[in-house]
């Protein structure tokens, strides 16, 4: 009886996951045919799972005509800035908390978790009039310093959890044998919390490149106009180019997926050297 009940939970369990993957990447599927459709099958009715004719008129049309390269050249440049300043800092805040004792530190501690809780909408007007103020409207600085107070308190919370499992011991061995406390933070600390910062980056970089809505009120120029601002290019008011919108988010996919990947292997990496000891 408990091996029925144990393979009919198994099936279940199975099935769960196996519903979880359509969902999960059917519109992944569904935008990579729509986007090597021809225009005159993109639109027809009812539609079709797989292209009668494969076309890339779209994917031609995105390269030449559009600003979509533009925009994913801008993209990368805030968020890769974002990720390395934001790595750095919530490193050094991160251990701070996590490593010493000084009088507020909880209440600091919640505060940071507090500030990832509110919502990003609630400081458009502050940041608006404080770049304003420092006249960095309109400037890629103007999204790299904004995304850092919305992902800074994400990661010092993470980091400071992470850097809190590790043992103070190897530490103070690295201090006993003559490091600063800068010195054992780079040569101990860091390369044992490489899943942890790799974690940490994968945030900060998806973060960054799906941010809209500040980019939307802190950019006004064309030129520097983010990748998902591009794509509001292929919405008109009376119609919707899917070929090409389509066509331009499996472009704008490869950037993250690229990312993504090489983040995974040192999160692996990290992962099975914490594994071995030494």
Not at 115 to 140: A, E, G, H, K, Q
Not at 163 to 175: H, R, T, V
Not at 246 to 272: D, E, K, W
């Amino acid at each position: 009886m408990r091996r029925k009940r144990n393979r009919l939970l198994s099936a279940l369990v199975y099935l769960f996951l196996c519903l979880y993957a359509v969902f999960t990447l059917l519109p992944i599927y569904w935008v990579f045919v729509t986007s090597v459709k021809p225009s005159t099958e993109v639109e027809s009715f009812p539609p079709t799972l797989l292209p009668h004719t494969f076309s890339l008129e779209h994917y031609e049309f995105v390269f030449m005509k559009t600003r979509v390269v533009r925009g994913i050249l801008n993209s990368l440049l805030v968020t890769l800035a974002v990720t390395a300043i934001s790595l750095v800092s919530a490193s050094l805040a991160g251990y701070a908390l996590a490593r010493f004792h000084f009088p507020g530190k909880g209440a600091i501690s919640a505060a940071v978790l507090g500030l990832y809780l509110i919502p990003p909408v609630v400081n458009v007007i502050p940041l608006f009039l404080i770049l304003r103020s420092l006249r960095l409207l309109n400037t890629l600085w103007a999204l790299i310093l904004a995304y850092q107070g919305l992902v800074l308190p994400l990661l010092t919370f993470l980091l400071r959890n992470y850097f809190e499992g590790i043992p103070k011991e190897l530490e103070e061995s690295a201090l006993v044998d003559g490091c600063t406390r800068l010195g054992a933070l780079r040569r101990v600390t860091l390369p044992l919390s490489v899943p942890g910062l790799a974690t940490a980056a994968i945030f900060a970089f998806i973060f960054s490149w799906n941010e809209f809505i500040f980019a939307l009120l802190l950019i006004f120029s064309d030129e520097l106009k983010t990748f998902q601002l591009t794509l509001m290019e292929f919405v008109k008011l009376y119609r919707i180019d899917w070929g090409a919108l389509t066509a331009a988010m499996v472009i704008g996919m490869a950037p993250v997926l690229s990312f993504l990947v090489i983040a995974q292997r040192y999160l692996i990496a990290g992962l099975l050297g914490g594994a071995i000891k030494r």
